[in-house]
């Protein structure tokens, strides 16, 4: 089992492109939560996802971020018009269960850096 | 709102002193508490999960304990060494229809040889 599986783990952007993130979750897990740390901050929720359905995204920008987790292949986060401030280091988890009763399996994450 | 507040920010101990790490959080109601440890530039590993029903779980030299109605958990570390330079981090599920994790701000472990 290959765990979480996060690309690119390095992205630089440059102001007003588009920034697409990969997470495909462990095997048997249909369950999807991505985070954001921002430098000097700690982890905060995004979005919370089962498969073709967005269930929480209550931490998610109003603007320019959208989450989808398709029937087939992987989460996607995707945010549009990067500017300076969404650098930042975005984790996926996943979970077999609605809530984590086995624990939440992280990702080592895509450090997106705007330029 | 859920807070989780973690003390101290950073440790310094040196080589196989046993430690405490502490994590505080505001509302009781919690589902399950989560340890973690991040390493520089990587994602998280997961430690310890303690259930809101549970008072403690241990892994090798790591015990996790948890008191929901004073709302605490500590991460005790026995014999520590050089490796388990890290910062750790206290997450809180808050159950509810996600139970998505809340975070503390984390304590920076220096274990010196």
């Known amino acids: 089992n290959a765990g979480v599986m996060q690309n690119p783990r390095h992205l630089v952007r440059r102001r007003g492109q588009e920034a697409r993130l990969r997470c495909s979750p462990m095997k048997g897990h249909s369950h999807v939560y991505w985070y954001r740390q921002l430098p000097e901050e700690g982890l905060k929720f995004m979005v919370y996802l089962q498969k073709e359905n967005i269930i929480d995204e209550s931490g998610m920008p109003k603007e320019r971020f959208s989450a989808e987790f398709p029937k087939e292949g992987p989460s996607i986060l995707r945010i549009q018009q990067v500017v300076r401030g969404d650098s930042a280091a975005y984790f996926c988890?996943?979970?077999?269960?609605?809530?984590?009763?086995?624990?939440?399996?992280f990702g080592s994450g895509t450090r997106l850096t705007v330029v | 709102k859920q807070e989780v507040t973690q003390i101290p920010a950073a440790l310094s101990v040196p080589e196989g002193e046993n430690l405490v790490l502490n994590c505080s959080f505001t509302d009781s109601a919690i589902y399950n508490l989560q340890w973690f440890r991040q390493d520089p530039g990587k994602g998280l590993t997961s430690l310890l999960l303690?259930?809101?029903?549970?008072r403690e779980q241990t892994s090798g030299r790591l015990n996790a304990s948890l008191d929901k109605s004073s709302g605490r958990s500590t991460l005790y570390i026995a014999a520590s060494q050089p490796g388990d330079s890290a910062t750790y981090l206290c997450?809180?599920?808050?159950?509810?229809?996600?139970?998505?994790?809340?975070f503390g701000t984390g304590t920076l472990l220096a274990v010196q040889p």
């Open positions: 997450a809180v599920g808050g159950g509810g229809a996600t139970n998505k994790l809340i």
């Open positions: 303690i259930q809101s029903s549970q």
């Open positions: 988890a996943s979970s077999p269960t609605r809530w984590g009763d086995n624990g939440y399996t």
